[in-house]
């Protein structure tokens, strides 16, 4: 160009002197020599190299619009697109859902850690992204795949560096040490607006030396581990991704393989939305072999049997058994052996106590290890659970002795957890006699009654499965369901009661214990009493009564025929119910039990005053509520409060009834029994209206419909008629 000035060369010159600074001033700034300023104002260097670009718009503390004008204005932008790197991989075909997470990204700080377990499309996500905003980095998008989990180890961080590097400047240009080369990447990256995908990590280290200095560029690394190592050291913002809804499922299928055929066949696309269980990589086999075949129920029937070995992938890299496979290579021994353990394991989740027990030994390093390499999530705090795929992966990996040893010690802990929330719940019980522990097993401490319904509430899914699956000694079988009888009582789940003592009874009759079987026999009666199911509930009552007798004890004689007299009640036969709370009376009297006496006074004193004898009743009732009171069983006290709240009532005395009816409240408001407390409340919600306190009674009846309503109990309909 001679010496006339170009374009860059003006508005270098106009910036200087409207700053008010001389050639020497600029040049020092900048850090230039004096004759590469002149050359550039003169026009002799036209389009000076992007550096000198950058070290001159520092100089003029140029910013925002700004800079981006003076970029182009050197001619850079124009002279070196085709520079530009733009290394993202192919966008993924036929992405769906995630809006949550991509919401987030567009919101997010320059750093994000996008972490899951294997096959959840952390890496898809990323890179759709990356195109999705592709336009707000004008200097180009890197990406590269550290290979954090690959067979043949992870890419180190000087090879990352130099990776990165060459990208951006010619090879020869690049220093030995991964110190010099984290260095120039730093240099490089100032001022530019990049976007860098730093796919598959595999720890903090392998990223910090690769991460910009300053602010302008956006850093997305995805890895199966947590890296919390960089939210505290710069601030990443951790974004962690679970399967897709069995809606987001669906779309992505039918994003690959045309809405119109999965709409002609939803029972198998719902089929094989369930047994991907919404992994992402899953789903992407299964669509690509549905490409092929010409019914989707020819995929479904593939899946048959092992998912993993039906998923199997054209290559390594679709396979999800490899992919876990690579995740479970990289734990420590002590993390690879839980993992191997929690496959033995049937429930659906497990706290950090029953892994222990599963373990043999504590397991908390070994939790944080596979929760930060995203094989087991942290579902809610301290308690775990692990996909549907992975877990059917671990399965795959424990021998059968390990195996069997992790499943007797994790059946031990809830039997011994059980043992001890059931005893809280019913201190009257006579405790459940077990060996000692043997020290590889850590029962959960259970202080008090609200912590006994916590834990049988969390754990009720768990316990149910050991029941379903446990093959080992018969008396697990019956000795689970022992623990539960308060729990699945109070809590309404009759159907699960029923499942339960139907196991009870068959595995106290294999363990040749006769005891067992009676009290089996009775709790599976009571169970179907409460769902009305009469008939069925008759024959096991008097299974219970014949077994009991048989072995001469006399209090479980009289427990059953306490627990039937519910059954005669429902059925309207109070002759009955009055014939077998008086021969429970005198067992409980023959063998001195107090406590047993007072409940069944209670409920004779009840059944008299039902029969017209109401003088009696009440004289039974209170009776029995100064020995209950004796023996501090608030339970019974509050059946009793509402047996001489009934009797008030009947005798015209609606307000001594609802004292005593809140009374009964109170103490099973503690205890949290659903079901007495509905019947408490119509009681009470009676005795307002008898007192013509309408808007009060609504109150009661409303509060027993919803409990009710709950447990799915048939009393429901006929309250709600009333109401109605």
Not at 118 to 132: C, D, E, F, Q, T
Not at 157 to 163: C, G, H, P, Q, V
Not at 350 to 355: N, Q, T, Y
Request: one cysteine or more; proline letters at 6%; hydrophobic letters at 45%.
């Amino acid at each position: 160009m001679g010496g006339e000035r170009g374009a860059f060369g003006d508005s270098v010159r106009r910036l200087r002197l409207r700053q008010g600074m001389t050639q020497e001033d600029l040049a020092e700034a900048a850090k230039l020599g004096l004759r590469t300023l002149r050359d550039i104002e003169t026009g002799r260097i036209g389009q000076p190299r992007p550096a000198t670009v950058r070290l001159l718009a520092d100089a003029f503390g140029l910013a925002g619009a700004d800079r981006d004008t003076f970029h182009q204005s050197s001619g850079e932008h124009a002279a070196t697109r085709r520079d530009v790197p733009a290394q993202l991989p192919a966008a993924p075909a036929g992405f769906t859902a995630r809006q949550a997470e991509i919401a987030r990204l567009d919101g997010a700080p320059g750093l994000t850690v996008l972490s899951g377990p294997p096959g959840v499309g952390k890496s898809a996500l990323a890179v759709h992204w990356g195109y999705r905003v592709a336009e707000r980095f004008r200097d180009g998008q890197l990406y590269l795949n550290l290979r954090g989990f690959d067979p043949d180890g992870p890419m180190t961080a000087d090879e990352a560096a130099r990776t990165l590097l060459v990208a951006l400047v010619p090879p020869d240009r690049v220093p030995d040490g991964l110190d010099a080369r984290s260095a120039l990447l730093r240099s490089l990256l100032t001022g530019r607006r990049m976007l860098l995908v730093l796919d598959n990590a595999r720890d903090a280290g392998q990223v910090r030396p690769l991460l910009p200095g300053g602010a302008g560029c956006a850093v997305v690394v995805t890895s199966r581990n947590q890296l919390p190592g960089l939210v505290v050291s710069h601030g990443a913002m951790p974004l962690m991704l679970g399967p897709l809804t069995a809606g987001e499922a669906e779309a992505l299928l039918a994003g690959r393989l045309g809405a119109v055929r999965v709409a002609a066949d939803t029972g198998a696309v719902r089929a094989l939305v369930e047994a991907t269980a919404g992994l992402p990589l899953a789903l992407v086999t299964v669509a690509a072999r549905a490409a092929t075949r010409k019914s989707l129920a020819t995929v479904v029937a593939e899946l048959t049997g092992s998912r993993l070995d039906g998923l199997r992938g054209l290559d390594a890299a679709t396979d999800p058994r490899t992919v876990i496979s690579w995740s479970y290579r990289a734990l420590s021994p002590p993390g690879a052996r839980l993992f191997r353990l929690l496959g033995a394991h049937w429930g659906p989740d497990l706290s950090g106590p029953a892994a222990s027990s599963l373990n043999g030994a504590d397991a908390s390093r070994a939790l944080a290890e596979l929760t930060d390499a995203s094989l087991i999530s942290e579902h809610h705090p301290f308690r775990y659970a692990l996909h549907d795929l992975v877990k059917e992966y671990a399965t795959e990996l424990a021998g059968p002795g390990e195996r069997d040893e992790a499943r007797h010690r994790l059946t031990e802990h809830y039997l011994r957890t059980g043992r001890t929330a059931a005893m809280l719940l019913d201190p009257q019980r006579q405790p459940l006699e077990l060996e000692p522990n043997g020290g590889d097993v850590f029962p959960e401490p259970i202080a008090d009654v609200a912590a006994a319904l916590a834990w049988f509430a969390a754990e009720h899914a768990n316990l149910m499965a050991v029941l379903r699956h446990h093959a080992g000694p018969p008396e697990y079988g019956w000795q689970i369901p022992w623990t539960m009888v308060d729990h699945l009582d109070r809590r309404g789940y009759w159907a699960d009661w029923i499942v339960a003592e139907q196991h009870a009874v068959d595995a106290a009759r294999r363990a040749g214990n006769p005891i067992a079987e009676a009290f089996a026999h009775r709790m599976l009666a009571r169970a179907y009493a409460q769902r009305e199911e009469f008939p069925a509930a008759e024959p096991h009552y008097a299974a219970a009564i014949e077994l009991y007798a048989a072995a001469g004890d006399r209090y479980g004689q009289a427990s059953t025929l306490h627990g039937r007299v519910y059954m005669w009640e429902r059925r309207g036969r109070r002759d009955l119910c009055v014939r077998d709370i008086s021969a429970a009376v005198e067992l409980y009297r023959s063998i001195g039990n107090a406590l047993g006496e007072a409940r069944t006074l209670n409920s004779l004193g009840w059944h008299q005053a039902h029969l017209g004898d109401r003088q009696s009743g009440l004289a039974h009732c209170r009776q029995a509520l100064a020995l209950l009171v004796e023996a501090d069983d608030r339970e019974g006290q509050a059946s009793t409060w509402d047996s001489i709240g009934w009797i008030h009532h009947q005798d015209g005395d609606p307000g001594a009834a609802a004292t005593a009816y809140e009374q009964a409240l109170i103490l099973l408001r503690r205890s949290g029994d659903l079901m007495q407390q509905a019947e408490v409340l119509e009681h009470l919600g009676d005795a307002h209206a008898a007192a013509g306190r309408e808007p009060e009674a609504r109150v009661a009846w409303d509060g027993a419909l919803s409990i009710l309503d709950g447990l799915g109990h048939p009393d429901a309909e006929r309250l709600r008629g009333r109401l109605g």
